[in-house]
């Protein structure tokens, strides 16, 4: 199965300039038969929390403009973007839909960047999804979510073959990142696929601004990293097996020898 994952710059507050770049990236990932195309986190509005309250009412628009990318283009699409909540609050939620444009899952993100005040601006997920796709089970997360193993664990457990972070990871935590991503491959025999943000995005001149630095990785679920990108904004392609997953597990029986009655 071949993939693609779209490390974009995404513009702050700008719903169509993001949108026309997303639809770029999505026709250049078709034109190289792949079948699914991963996007970064809050790929079409980026952090801009204010003026993302202004948009919330566009959000259910942008969520039907992107399925209908999807089933224009054959090609399934995923990535985390602005959701108006039932209460009218913002979510930050990863939606994966498929190349016909169906929705096959969403999930809200469960654990909010305190440090970055996410917490009072986005309402918190209260669930663990993990996605039946065409191409596979996969289990949902969102960028802060790497740093808590717990979750991954619980999707893999639930069936997930493969785990899908998009993310906004700037420096100076970029051995984090790699470090993270290798270990949730690891210790859930797992493919993992990481997409995150390049380029800068400013918070005004009394915060500054925050350099994004891309690496979006895959690694196979015996830590390989099969795929790394630089910090530019870039689309990368990787063919990968779904098959390796169940051989490398009946290889190395780390999840089958656990002792969940101790933990």
């Given at each position: 199965m071949k993939i693609a994952l779209a490390q974009m710059s995404v513009a702050r507050g700008e719903l169509a300039l993001n949108l026309a770049k997303i639809a770029g990236f999505v026709a250049e990932a078709k034109s190289s038969e792949a079948e699914v195309i991963f996007f970064p986190e809050m790929c079409t509005t980026g952090f801009d929390w204010t003026k993302n309250r202004t948009m919330l009412n566009e959000?259910?628009?942008?969520i039907d403009h992107l399925q209908g990318l999807a089933r224009d283009a054959g090609i399934a699409l995923c990535g985390s973007f602005l959701e108006k909540t039932e209460q009218g609050g913002a979510a930050n939620t990863l939606y994966y839909i498929e190349a016909n444009g169906t929705i096959a899952a969403k999930y809200r993100k469960a654990h909010l960047f305190s440090l970055f005040h996410e917490d009072e601006h986005v309402e918190a997920g209260q669930s663990i999804e993990v996605a039946n796709t065409r191409v596979g089970k996969i289990g949902l997360?969102?960028?802060?979510?790497?740093?808590?193993?717990?979750?991954?664990?619980?999707?893999?457990?639930?069936?997930?073959?493969?785990?899908?972070?998009?993310?906004?990871?700037?420096?100076?935590?970029?051995?984090?990142?790699?470090?993270?991503?290798?270990?949730?491959?690891?210790?859930?025999?797992?493919?993992?696929?990481?997409?995150?943000?390049?380029?800068?995005?400013?918070?005004?001149?009394?915060?500054?601004?925050?350099?994004?630095?891309?690496?979006?990785?895959?690694?196979?679920?015996?830590?390989?990293?099969?795929?790394?990108?630089?910090?530019?904004?870039?689309?990368?392609?990787?063919?990968i097996d779904i098959a390796e997953v169940p051989a490398t597990r009946d290889q190395l029986t780390a999840l089958a020898d656990r002792r969940p009655e101790l933990y």
């Amino acid at each position: 199965m071949k993939i693609a994952l779209a490390q974009m710059s995404v513009a702050r507050g700008e719903l169509a300039l993001n949108l026309a770049k997303i639809a770029g990236f999505v026709a250049e990932a078709k034109s190289s038969e792949a079948e699914v195309i991963f996007f970064p986190e809050m790929c079409t509005t980026g952090f801009d929390w204010t003026k993302n309250r202004t948009m919330l009412n566009e959000a259910s628009e942008t969520i039907d403009h992107l399925q209908g990318l999807a089933r224009d283009a054959g090609i399934a699409l995923c990535g985390s973007f602005l959701e108006k909540t039932e209460q009218g609050g913002a979510a930050n939620t990863l939606y994966y839909i498929e190349a016909n444009g169906t929705i096959a899952a969403k999930y809200r993100k469960a654990h909010l960047f305190s440090l970055f005040h996410e917490d009072e601006h986005v309402e918190a997920g209260q669930s663990i999804e993990v996605a039946n796709t065409r191409v596979g089970k996969i289990g949902l997360s969102i960028c802060y979510d790497l740093r808590f193993p717990e979750l991954f664990r619980k999707c893999a457990l639930a069936g997930a073959e493969l785990q899908v972070l998009p993310a906004a990871f700037p420096h100076p935590r970029l051995a984090h990142w790699q470090t993270l991503i290798r270990a949730r491959a690891i210790e859930n025999q797992s493919f993992f696929i990481a997409v995150n943000q390049s380029g800068f995005e400013g918070h005004g001149s009394d915060v500054g601004q925050t350099q994004y630095f891309g690496h979006s990785m895959v690694v196979n679920p015996w830590g390989e990293t099969l795929y790394v990108a630089d910090e530019s904004e870039c689309l990368g392609l990787v063919q990968i097996d779904i098959a390796e997953v169940p051989a490398t597990r009946d290889q190395l029986t780390a999840l089958a020898d656990r002792r969940p009655e101790l933990y």
